[in-house]
């Protein structure tokens, strides 16, 4: 007799327009971590109740997701949310999370927080990570810490916190989008020529809050851009680049710009900082930063910005217009369609621990592996720290050694962290019979 499928069965509720790229495509979609590292060893039941006490405020991280007719629509999820010991991360979406698309675990003095990027954006679980972070320490020590900024009971449920940035369609001036991304050659970077993406490649440092900053406030440059001219000169170093620009991408959230400040819902698009290899040679790293900053505004105060959206949009739109979700796959896997370009900057942010920053020694982020591969800068800032991980599909160092030196050059004290390989577990999605 043939084996009973067992498992739940989700009811389907609204469509994830917003989060709807990130699971098409070839390659099996992995989870993003963030690991967060206390001055004391963890105590698993106050983190249980930590969680517990964030999912009365924040029910929809709870989510799960149901799969009709080739498009994903969330589903409410009531099976417990269990936070488990483990060195390891866990497969999320599948049985051993009870199907939710988040999870949290815990070893020595680490907690690791897990998800699938259909869910929501970095923003969006940073909102949960704050939550949780703050009702554990306040557990743990027996005291009201501040929660000022922090998704707790006090701050009232709004439905825009639900907002989807896609579920209505609009229209998109794609030939004016092209006429703003220029059609400048893109430099890629050589070790990803080719490549077949096998694993990642963790490589942090850490920067102290003031000594950053301020080398940014004197230079007229933001974290963001700081990174990006740094980087920049380091990969203009490292190569002889003679046509083409070196293309950083920045990660940018959409809230302000669509009014739905309040979402954690996927909510981004990219800006596009291009250099000119001898702009990158000639320029001092303040000057360059700060040029990079005028352009950054620009984009972001300008049309740039509602057109790379608009063009998301048509194609998320067309795409779940498709009779086949291998037609659907062919328009919505957007990350295996094109390779990335030079190199990222994703800055994330800081995350809210108010009068408790004394108790978190590091932040790391820990994205999937691009299916073409890339190069990674993710920063956050949290406890006096600027918090930067390399993060890549190649093994060398040489970016991350130029980036340090770099930052030598401008004497601004850095401390390196220890390398590391990793590769995040695959993300367990619905198939079509599960509903």
Avoid at 336 to 357: H, I
Wanted: aromatic content about 10%; hydrophobic content about 35%; some cysteine.
């Amino acid at each position: 007799m043939a084996q009973q499928n067992t498992s739940p069965r989700f009811e389907a509720k609204e469509w994830n327009a917003a989060g709807s790229t990130q699971f098409y495509g070839k390659a099996r979609k992995r989870s993003y971590i963030v690991e967060v590292s206390l001055s004391e060893a963890i105590r698993g039941d106050l983190l249980q109740q930590a969680v517990d006490k964030t999912l009365q405020r924040l029910p929809y991280y709870r989510s799960t997701f149901v799969r009709k007719k080739g498009l994903y629509y969330y589903a409410d999820n009531d099976l417990p949310f269990l936070v488990a010991e483990s060195k390891e991360p866990r497969v999320i979406g599948g049985e051993i999370t009870n199907y939710h698309m988040l999870d949290v675990t815990y070893w020595e003095n680490r907690i690791s927080f897990a998800m699938f990027h259909g869910l929501c954006d970095g923003l969006g679980l940073n909102r949960f990570i704050e939550a949780v972070l703050y009702h554990y320490v306040c557990l743990k020590d027996g005291k009201e810490y501040s929660d000022e900024g922090i998704y707790t009971e006090k701050i009232p449920y709004d439905p825009e916190e639900l907002a989807d940035i896609h579920a209505e369609k609009r229209k998109a001036d794609t030939k004016k989008l092209r006429t703003m991304l220029g059609s400048e050659k893109r430099f890629r970077l050589p070790e990803l020529q080719g490549q077949t993406v096998e694993k990642m490649y963790a490589l942090p440092l850490r920067v102290k809050t003031e000594d950053f900053l301020g080398w940014c406030k004197k230079n007229g440059a933001s974290p963001a851009t700081a990174a990006a001219a740094i980087m920049t000169q380091s990969i203009a170093r490292e190569n002889e680049i003679r046509k083409g620009v070196i293309m950083c991408v920045l990660p940018a959230s959409l809230r302000k710009t669509f009014h739905v400040e309040k979402t954690f819902k996927n909510c981004t698009a990219a800006l596009f900082l291009p250099t000119k290899p001898e702009k990158a040679r000639i320029l001092t790293a303040g000057a360059l930063a700060g040029r990079l900053r005028i352009a950054l505004k620009e984009q972001m105060n300008g049309e740039l910005l509602p057109l790379v959206c608009a063009g998301m949009n048509t194609l998320i739109h067309l795409g779940a217009k498709m009779p086949t979700y291998g037609l659907k796959t062919k328009l919505l896997a957007m990350g295996e369609n094109k390779p990335q370009d030079t190199f990222y900057v994703d800055y994330v942010g800081s995350l809210r621990c108010n009068d408790y920053a004394d108790q978190i020694t590091d932040v790391r982020y820990l994205n999937a592996p691009p299916p073409n591969g890339a190069t990674f800068v993710l920063m956050s800032e949290t406890a006096g720290y600027f918090h930067i991980n390399f993060t890549q599909t190649v093994a060398s160092d040489r970016y991350y050694l130029g980036f340090a030196a770099i930052l030598d050059e401008l004497g601004i004290p850095y401390e390196k962290m220890p390398y590391e390989s990793y590769l995040n577990p695959v993300v367990e999605l619905p198939s079509e019979n599960r509903r």
